[in-house]
């Protein structure tokens, strides 16, 4: 039976990145945590395992965050494990890079589908089951502000997804349910170094006041705040985790 004294926390796209840093820091804070993954079941134990080795608690499940019926099945399995959410992060997420006049129409169509369409099939799925007094925090990109080349269809469904999320929380009006928004900068991650050279890594590195890339740790600390007690207070925002750069 689900510990009822325990809140748990849903972490989509939790097996590698900034996702699986969510999943580590959130089970510090006492969490119990459902770390889903989409295809690396190893990846996704071996944070579990992580998790359970420093005492907290943990386990993996499956879904694919663009099927809606997946997403009804992660809700099913996360409250058999260890009860309703209280918090749900949105970190699924991919990146694929070219120019708008370049981009095919199935990268288009499979970006929207796990970008935007898997946040919206979480969203709702949260808002129908969640208790009064939880947390929804979805991870979006500073690239929204900062407008860089190449990054159209993906910074357009992270901006969409701000807006949804913004839309949301004054939906969820009376219930105090918070819903938020992180949005990194350039991060240390596999997602952002595939496919880039040293000196665009260097250059995006500088691109900040702080003069380096953020770490995953950096990003799961901003979540942190915002599933915690001391973010209680903030709501329908979005908060810009990029060491200044925009």
Request: hydrophobic residues 45%; without cysteine.
């Amino acid at each position: 039976m689900p510990d009822q004294t325990q809140k748990t926390a849903l972490v989509t796209g939790a097996s590698r990145g900034i996702g699986a840093a969510i999943a580590e820091r959130l089970a510090a804070d006492g969490f119990s945590v459902v770390v889903n993954y989409s295809g690396n079941q190893k990846a996704a134990d071996e944070v579990v395992a992580k998790i359970e080795a420093a005492g907290g608690r943990a386990v993996a499940a499956q879904a694919d965050v663009s099927d809606p019926a997946q997403v009804a099945r992660l809700f099913d399995q996360t409250e058999a494990a260890f009860g309703v959410p209280d918090v749900l992060v949105n970190s699924a997420g991919i990146l694929q890079l070219s120019p708008l006049a370049e981009t095919e129409d199935d990268v288009f169509d499979r970006i929207v589908a796990i970008n935007l369409k898997g946040t919206f099939n979480t969203l709702r799925e949260a808002a129908r089951r969640m208790q009064d007094g939880a947390r929804i925090i979805n991870l979006s990109t500073s690239v929204v502000g900062a407008k860089l080349t190449s990054y159209s269809v993906y910074a357009a469904t992270k901006a969409a997804v701000e807006v949804m999320g913004d839309i949301l929380a004054k939906e969820l009006r009376g219930r105090n349910i918070t819903v938020n928004s992180v949005a990194p900068g350039p991060t240390a991650t596999s997602l952002f170094l595939e496919g880039k050279t040293d000196e665009q890594i260097e250059r995006l590195s500088k691109a900040n006041p702080l003069e380096r890339l953020a770490q995953p740790v950096d990003i799961a600390n901003a979540v942190a705040f915002l599933a915690g007690p001391d973010g209680a207070w903030i709501n329908g925002q979005t908060l810009r985790a990029n060491g200044g750069m925009v």
